[in-house]
């Protein structure tokens, strides 16, 4: 059993699984992520209302717990675009931990009907992105290294867009619930999900189909009685949590993986998206001090580039 510092939950994904009553065969595999400290950097820089916040703290949250579920080396992107008050919301992770999160939303609109906006408790898919979908992507950087699956917004909760991408593509049961908060000036965000070990050959062959059905009807009823409050509790380690909810199907927990607020912008990028405008698309981006200023939307850098594109310079807003 991997020892937790209940100070380090604020960045990381804690990965465990639930075994049967006579044994440690793993039936019911988990992830519990916990990223309130990226998400406060992040969510710091952008000028997001509370509920917009709390819902893009959240997406950040799903997309850290759903990419340690499959083995990958890039980038995975949970992205839902809606007709409502958001219009694009973007949460990704790659391999190696680093999250970033986006959203774009119509500032100039009056607040969605029945919506407080200065409240960031529950995060509303239906109030907030009305109709649309959510994609789910796993980049590996080539052309047959690409997977999305895409379901429609349906659900109240981008937990419930996530459990339904699951249920469609991957087609074993899993479930997933998410909550984000605010206190004081740090946020917390948390994502926890369970899916059944599928019988694949010997590995569960000493284990009864009736075993493997209850244990999946154990751990599916206790995580929907989990409470927001204890998701959103800064002070309640992930590790006690997962023993509070599930210490009857006796889980074990492995070593946790680190989150860290990093964005994947560049210099370099940015020099490669300006060489592949036209000469007039440029010369409408040239300031009065001679340079082009790009700003990263995912972390609020701005770098300042010198046409022919040299020597790029950056500088923190």
């Not at 890039?74 to 675009?81: C, E, I, S």
């Not at 409470?227 to 006690?240: C, G, I, N, S, T």
Request: glycine residues 8%; aromatic residues 6%; charged residues 20%.
């Amino acid at each position: 059993m991997a020892s937790i510092d209940a100070g380090s939950a604020g960045a990381q994904i804690l990965p465990f699984y639930l075994a049967g009553e006579t044994d440690d065969t793993a039936l019911i595999r988990g992830r519990f992520a916990s990223v309130g400290v990226p998400a406060t950097r992040i969510l710091t820089r952008h000028a997001y209302p509370e509920a917009v916040a709390s819902l893009q703290a959240e997406a950040m949250a799903i997309a850290a717990c759903l990419s340690t579920f499959m083995k990958f080396d890039g980038v995975f992107t949970l992205q839902a675009k809606g007709d409502g008050y958001v219009k694009t919301l973007l949460a990704d992770m790659t391999s190696d931990g680093a999250l970033r999160g986006y959203t774009a939303f119509d500032a100039g609109a009056p607040p969605p009907v029945g919506t407080d906006m200065a409240e960031s408790l529950p995060a509303s898919v239906p109030a907030l992105l009305g109709s649309g979908y959510a994609a789910f992507t796993v980049d590996q950087g080539s052309e047959n290294g690409r997977y999305q699956g895409i379901v429609e917004l349906d659900g109240e909760t981008l937990s419930d867009a996530a459990t339904a991408w699951f249920a469609n593509s991957e087609q074993v049961d899993s479930h997933i619930v998410a909550a984000a908060g605010r206190t004081g000036d740090s946020w917390t965000a948390s994502a926890m999900m369970v899916q059944r070990v599928a019988a694949d050959g010997g590995r569960l062959a000493g284990v009864s189909r009736e075993a493997r059905d209850d244990a999946w009807t154990t751990a599916e009823m206790l995580l929907r009685s989990v409470r927001r409050d204890e998701l959103v509790d800064p002070a309640l380690a992930p590790e006690a949590l997962i023993f509070r909810l599930f210490n009857a199907l006796r889980p074990h927990v492995a070593p946790a993986q680190p989150v860290e607020d990093r964005c994947r912008c560049s210099p370099d990028r940015v020099v490669a998206v300006l060489e592949r405008m036209s000469a007039a698309e440029l010369a409408d981006l040239v300031t009065e001090s001679g340079t082009i200023d790009v700003t990263c939307e995912f972390c609020k850098t701005t770098r300042s580039i010198d046409p022919p594109f040299a020597n790029a310079t950056l500088t923190r807003q």
